[in-house]
Every structure is written in structure tokens, then in C-alpha cells.
């Protein structure tokens, strides 16, 4: 477990520097003297190595010891770690990276603590595995996943929300269901702001301008409920 962050090598010929190649004559004075060149004064030599983060191992060995108390897994992975070596230091740093240890019950959810204060479900967290607050096991997070998996199931439940109360038809005319009445809504920018909305005068919504319109930056400038016709051509209920 010790190697599980480990030092990289040293940089060698490779990884140095662009250096300018040494001269293939000697360089004479005009009485063809070797002209004496001061020698460069030589700066403190670059250090070369640095923690290199290999956490699969890590990452191996919890998925391993699942359902195991986790007392006992931490005792295992603590057992060959020096708490004065800096390096092996970062393996326990990195444990709550992959595992909620604080965690407790509440109205039969197991939550944890954030880390910037509060806490959430176990499900909804950021960690692979959590310690179970009753049976003090080591368990995987079934609902667990990675941050760019949550964005996206996010932009596409935003954009499934508003395809139920939005239509865009061009630039200047959006149609929009308030109160589930279709209305016809122009817009344009809004300027200095001082101009009224008349979908905000009329208190159609109360959404921010911001997420209500297709785009930042517009205000509604007029507004008229669709016909029957003018639904059942945009195919709207």
C-alpha cells in the first residue's frame, strides 16, 4: 500500500530542457588566441520530482473488501503507512476521496457530511463507498456518479422541462404555456432594464427572465394566447 503513491523518476535527457548545442571549434581572437569566455554562473538545479498520484491500487483494494467492517480496512491499509513519510501520508488524504465515513441516519436515509458544511443522502454524494452508520460495513454507493454523468442528466432534465412550456419559433417570437394556456410571446433584448415585460406586468410567471425566455439577456414586449388552429399547427396540447 505504500507504493500506492510513489515518486516520479527523475527527469533525464529528455524531459531537461532546450539546451543549445556546445560549439564544434575552438573560437580564436584576431592573433588566433583562444578567446576566453566567462564561465556562467550556474543556477540552483531544477528538482526533478514530484508526487505522482497512482490511486488505482486504492481503488482496487476497497472494491475488494466490500462488505468487510470497515474498521478492519482501515487498519489494513494504515497498518504499512508512516505517518511521517509525506508521501505515504497522501494515501490516507486520499480515502475520503473515494469513501463517506461520516455518516449517520436520518428518517431511515444514510447521510454524510459535506465537506463544505451540511450533509446529503449517501446516494446523492460524491463517493463510491460509504461506511454503513449501524453495521459499520464497508458498501458501494449503488447511485453513484461521476460529476460529468450528473451534469449531463441535469441538462437534460432541464431541457425536458422546458420543452413541456417552450417553443422557439425565430429570434423575435417564442410560444409559451402559462397556467396551461399556449400564448404567443415577442420578445427583443432588454436594454437598461427600465423598458416593461409584460409577461412579468401580468404575473404569467414567476420564473426568472433569465430561464424563462430561450435566452439571458430578453424581456417580452408583447403577448397573445394561440388559437386552436395556430396549436394544432405547432402540434402543441
Same mark, same amino acid.
Given at each position: ?5 510513489v515518486? $516520479? !523518476?527523475?527527469?533525464? %535527457?529528455? +524531459?531537461a530542457p ?5 560549439? /564544434?571549434?575552438? &573560437? ?25 498520484e ?13 462488505? $468487510? !467492517?470497515?474498521?478492519k %480496512?482501515? +487498519?489494513?491499509i ?5 505517518? /511521517?513519510?509525506? &508521501? ?23 447521510v454524510?457530511?459535506?465537506r ?38 441535469a ?24 397556467d ?23 404575473a ?6 433569465d ?7 430578453l424581456r ?5 394566447i ?11 396540447n
Open positions: 500500500m505504500a507504493k500506492v503513491i515518486e $516520479r !523518476p527523475r527527469r533525464g %535527457v529528455r +524531459s532546450l539546451r543549445k548545442p556546445g560549439r /564544434t571549434r575552438v &573560437v580564436t581572437d584576431d592573433d588566433g588566441e583562444p578567446l576566453r569566455v566567462r564561465e556562467p554562473v550556474r543556477a540552483k538545479p531544477e528538482k526533478t520530482k514530484a508526487l505522482n497512482n490511486l488505482s491500487p486504492l481503488k482496487r483494494y476497497l472494491a475488494g473488501n466490500v462488505g $468487510r !467492517p470497515w474498521n %480496512v482501515y +487498519s489494513e494504515s497498518e504499512h503507512l508512516r505517518p /511521517t513519510s509525506t &508521501v505515504q501520508q497522501h494515501v490516507r488524504d486520499h480515502i475520503e476521496d473515494f469513501v463517506a465515513t461520516k455518516t449517520r441516519m436520518k428518517n431511515g436515509v444514510v454524510t457530511a459535506r463544505f458544511g451540511g450533509e446529503e443522502p449517501v446516494e446523492q454524494g460524491f463517493t463510491l463507498y460509504y461506511v454503513h452508520p449501524r453495521t459499520g460495513l464497508l458498501l458501494r454507493n449503488k447511485n453513484y456518479k461521476r460529476w460529468n454523468a450528473r451534469w449531463r442528466a441538462r437534460l432534465a432541464g431541457e425536458a422541462e422546458r420543452a413541456t412550456r417552450m417553443r422557439v419559433i425565430d429570434a423575435k417570437t417564442e410560444l409559451h404555456r402559462f396551461d394556456v399556449w400564448w404567443e410571446v415577442k420578445v427583443a433584448k432588454r436594454g437598461d432594464g427600465t423598458l416593461p415585460d409584460v409577461v412579468i406586468t401580468a404569467l410567471s414567476d420564473i426568472p427572465t430561464l424563462l425566455y430561450s435566452r439571458p439577456g417580452a414586449t408583447s403577448k397573445r394561440l388559437s386552436k388552429a395556430e396549436k394544432k399547427k405547432y402540434g402543441l
